[in-house]
């Protein structure tokens, strides 16, 4: 994954070895890994831009845990 300024400026690259598995868990897992580098670095107000609308639709109908 790559997380970039609102101009298109680099800011922090990632990956990790997900080994076998479905396009939607490795698509889910980059993002939740960028989202956890994201709160680790106090960034707000993001935009998560994905490829794969069943891991947008899964992130976006899943309900906020407290």
Known sequence: GVLQYQGGKWIYGY?????????????LG?????????LSRNFENVLIQLDYMEVAKAIHERPMSS
């Open 30 to 38: 980059g993002s939740l890994d960028g989202l956890n580098i994201m």
């Open 15 to 27: 990956n990790r070895c997900l080994g076998k598995c479905l396009v939607f868990d490795a698509e």
